[in-house]
């Protein structure tokens, strides 16, 4: 059974950090590309963050580029969202990503709150 678990949303103060973790079950992690997704209310959902199943460096959206941190531990099927310098515009629902193009395999988590506020 596949699972993508997503954990470490919550509520923060502008400015502040959070990391996300998402936990990979019931397939291959290693050799596929992880990715981070973001929906915002009344928003189209959009990408944040990827990494390549080599572990290339990450490509972010231009949003978060120098605020935000995106990593996998392949001995620990995870990967990982660090969040800093966090803005009001950051809040949204944050969704894990796996996908194997060229197989057209994709899988997506439930999903994780995020809401910057003061």
């Known amino acids: 059974q596949v699972q993508l678990v997503e954990s470490g949303g919550g509520l923060v103060q502008p400015g502040g950090s959070l990391r996300l973790s998402c936990a990979a079950s019931?397939?291959?992690?290693?050799?596929?590309?992880m990715s981070w997704y973001r929906q915002a209310p009344g928003k189209e959902r959009e990408l944040v963050a990827v990494i390549s199943s080599a572990g290339d460096s990450p490509n972010y959206a231009d949003s978060v580029k120098g605020r935000f941190t995106m990593s996998r531990d392949n001995a620990k099927n995870t990967v990982y969202l660090q969040m800093n310098s966090l803005k009001p515009e950051d809040t949204a629902v944050y969704y894990c990503n796996a996908v194997r193009r060229l197989v057209g395999l994709d899988y997506w988590g439930q999903g994780t709150q995020v809401t910057v506020s003061s």
């Open positions: 019931g397939f291959r992690f290693r050799i596929y590309d």
